[in-house]
Nanobody, 127 residues
C-alpha cells in the first residue's frame, strides 16, 4: 500500500509557473509507474503525463507538451510536475496516481490502470 500527497497548487497569473509535488509514503515510488491527471468542473478527468519506473520513459499529452514536464526523484520518493506558461484552461484539480506497470510508457495515462491516488491539489490560472 502506498499513500500519495500532492502539494504545490495555487493561484497563478497566465504565463506563470507552478511545480506540483507528489510525495509517497508506505512504499517507495520507484516500484510504480506514476501519472498526473487533472479534472475541471463539468469535464472528464484527463491524463496529463506519466513516467515509467521501468526505463524512465515519459508520455505527455499534446495539450501541455512543451509546457509541462514530469520528473521523479527516487531519493525523495517524489514525482514532480513542472508547469510553465500556464493558461486559464489549465485550471483544474490535479491528482497524482501510481500503478503497477513494468514497461515503456507510450500513450496517455488511463485512470483505470492506476491503483493509488492522492487527494488532489487545486491549480487556478487567472488574472
Amino acid at each position: 500500500q502506498v499513500q500519495l500527497v500532492e502539494s504545490g497548487g495555487g493561484l497563478v497569473q497566465p504565463g506563470g509557473t507552478l511545480r506540483l509535488s507528489c510525495t509517497a509514503s508506505g512504499r517507495t515510488l520507484d516500484s510504480y509507474v506514476v501519472a498526473w491527471f487533472r479534472q475541471s468542473p463539468g469535464k472528464e478527468r484527463e491524463g496529463v503525463s506519466c513516467i515509467s519506473n521501468y526505463d524512465g520513459s515519459i508520455y505527455t499529452v499534446d495539450s501541455v507538451k512543451g509546457r509541462f514536464t514530469i520528473s521523479r526523484n527516487n531519493a525523495k520518493n517524489t514525482v514532480y510536475l513542472q508547469m510553465d506558461s500556464l493558461k486559464p484552461e489549465d485550471t483544474a484539480v490535479y491528482y497524482c496516481a501510481a500503478g503497477w506497470y513494468e514497461g515503456t510508457v507510450n500513450r496517455a495515462p488511463d485512470g483505470r490502470e492506476y491503483t493509488y491516488w492522492g487527494q488532489g491539489t487545486q491549480v487556478t490560472v487567472s488574472s
